[in-house]
């Protein structure tokens, strides 16, 4: 059964239903804020303790990063729902280390040198001689594997999972429309002086309504880099293109020539010189692609009804108070329970 500190209902409330271990209103001053003044007891999570020092290490990085973006109250509310989050996630974290002790799994040193061999070569700073970055790679395989063995491992994938899916997201594995298109790009001299630019570009129009061929017209007026191949741009898929210009090419049909469209790099006019509709993949074609995207989908579910069950029967009681006077509206923090093997 959950222990949560007495002034704290609407905190274990939260709690019980799993979105956050929150904190309440009690203290004048912020964890980030007495982490630097004294250490302390935070929580208690079973035999565990989770102290002011670190969540202050925990929540360094974020703190740097959010100081640099945020002034004044905007400041204060980000820091305190960071300290939530890091929380939440120290809680989390030494739940599932506990539930690996209690399964008898262990990491051997050569394991744990593997992982950081593994980690330099994704590009992250490990400091071999830091005793907590040793910690923390080896709670991290430790982690990878109690999931692996309590969760991963009873995740099935059925057919039927994977073709039901396959007939709710049919459009997620559809090739986008392609177009094939010419363009005349009329740039003005500088963003104050558009007055000759839409001069050009009455010319250009005028003559386009005359019937005077796309290609030669693109040839001679277009400041566009393809203007020599007549404003030839080639094949772009759906999405490729600048917003104002997908909206006027969605509308036209081959041969199609568009009204001008205005963009941030000028007057543009467009040719539609072929389309091809959007193609659906057939499902043997993205089966596997399906089922990799199935097994995400049931290992979450799995590993929150996991969690969720480690949460029910552990002792859990909040220590310290934090200023912030109510839960956080956001989502909750990433989990190092997630982190993948490489």
Same mark, same amino acid.
């Given at each position: 059964?959950?222990?949560?500190?007495?002034?704290?209902?609407? &905190?274990?409330?939260?709690?019980?239903?799993?979105?956050?271990?929150?904190?309440?209103?009690?203290?004048?001053?912020?964890?980030?804020?007495?982490?630097?003044?004294?250490?302390?007891?935070?929580?208690?999570?079973?035999?565990?303790?989770?102290?002011?020092?670190?969540?202050?290490?925990?929540?360094?990085?974020?703190?740097?990063?959010?100081?640099?973006?945020?002034?004044?109250?905007?400041?204060?509310?980000?820091?305190?729902?960071?300290?939530?989050?890091?929380?939440?996630?120290?809680?989390?974290?030494?739940?599932?280390?506990?539930?690996?002790?209690?399964?008898?799994?262990?990491?051997?040193?050569?394991?744990?040198?593997?992982?950081?061999?593994?980690?330099?070569?994704?590009?992250?700073?490990?400091?071999?001689?830091?005793?907590?970055?040793?910690?923390?790679?080896?709670?991290?395989?430790?982690?990878?594997?109690?999931?692996?063995?309590?969760?991963?491992?009873?995740?099935?994938?059925?057919?039927?999972?994977?073709?039901?899916?396959?007939?709710?997201?049919?459009?997620?594995? &559809?090739?986008?429309?392609?177009?094939?298109?010419?363009?005349?790009?009329?740039?003005?001299?500088?963003?104050?002086?558009?007055?000759?630019?839409?001069?050009?570009?009455?010319?250009?129009?005028?003559?386009?309504?005359?019937?005077?061929?796309?290609?030669?017209?693109?040839?001679?007026?277009?400041?566009?880099?393809?203007?020599?191949?007549?404003?030839?741009?080639?094949?772009?898929?759906?999405?490729?293109?600048?917003?104002?210009?997908?909206?006027?090419?969605?509308?036209?049909?081959?041969?199609?020539?568009?009204?001008?469209?205005?963009?941030?790099?000028?007057?543009?006019?467009?040719?539609?010189?072929?389309?091809?509709?959007?193609?659906?993949?057939?499902?043997?074609?993205?089966?596997?692609?399906?089922?990799?995207?199935?097994?995400?989908?049931?290992?979450?579910?799995?590993?929150?009804?996991?969690?969720?069950?480690?949460?029910?029967?552990?002792?859990?009681?909040?220590?310290?108070?934090?200023?912030?006077?109510?839960?956080?509206?956001?989502?909750?923090?990433?989990?190092?329970?997630?982190?993948?093997?490489?």
């Amino acid at each position: 059964m959950n222990t949560i500190h007495p002034f704290i209902t609407m &905190a274990s409330q939260w709690l019980r239903h799993m979105v956050f271990v929150s904190i309440g209103l009690i203290a004048p001053v912020s964890l980030l804020s007495a982490a630097h003044v004294e250490d302390g007891i935070v929580a208690i999570v079973n035999s565990d303790l989770i102290m002011l020092s670190e969540i202050d290490r925990e929540l360094a990085p974020e703190r740097e990063r959010i100081q640099k973006e945020q002034r004044g109250d905007a400041l204060a509310r980000r820091l305190k729902t960071a300290e939530y989050m890091a929380l939440t996630s120290m809680i989390e974290r030494k739940l599932q280390l506990q539930e690996a002790k209690v399964r008898g799994i262990a990491v051997t040193d050569e394991e744990v040198q593997q992982t950081i061999r593994q980690m330099k070569q994704q590009g992250k700073a490990v400091d071999e001689t830091n005793p907590a970055d040793m910690k923390n790679a080896r709670e991290q395989l430790t982690l990878f594997r109690i999931v692996d063995r309590e969760v991963r491992s009873a995740v099935m994938v059925a057919d039927s999972d994977m073709k039901r899916y396959f007939q709710e997201h049919q459009d997620r594995f &559809a090739l986008s429309e392609e177009y094939t298109l010419s363009q005349i790009l009329i740039k003005p001299r500088s963003p104050d002086d558009t007055a000759d630019a839409r001069e050009k570009v009455r010319e250009v129009v005028a003559r386009l309504k005359q019937g005077e061929p796309f290609g030669d017209v693109a040839l001679r007026f277009s400041d566009g880099p393809n203007a020599s191949q007549g404003g030839y741009l080639g094949l772009v898929r759906q999405g490729e293109l600048l917003p104002e210009i997908e909206r006027t090419t969605a509308t036209l049909v081959p041969g199609g020539i568009s009204d001008v469209v205005q963009t941030s790099e000028g007057f543009h006019i467009v040719r539609l010189e072929d389309k091809k509709p959007k193609q659906f993949r057939p499902y043997e074609q993205v089966r596997n692609e399906i089922q990799r995207l199935v097994f995400q989908q049931k290992s979450e579910d799995t590993f929150q009804g996991w969690l969720a069950n480690l949460k029910n029967k552990a002792y859990i009681e909040i220590k310290f108070e934090s200023a912030l006077s109510g839960p956080p509206t956001i989502a909750p923090a990433p989990r190092p329970s997630q982190t993948s093997k490489e």
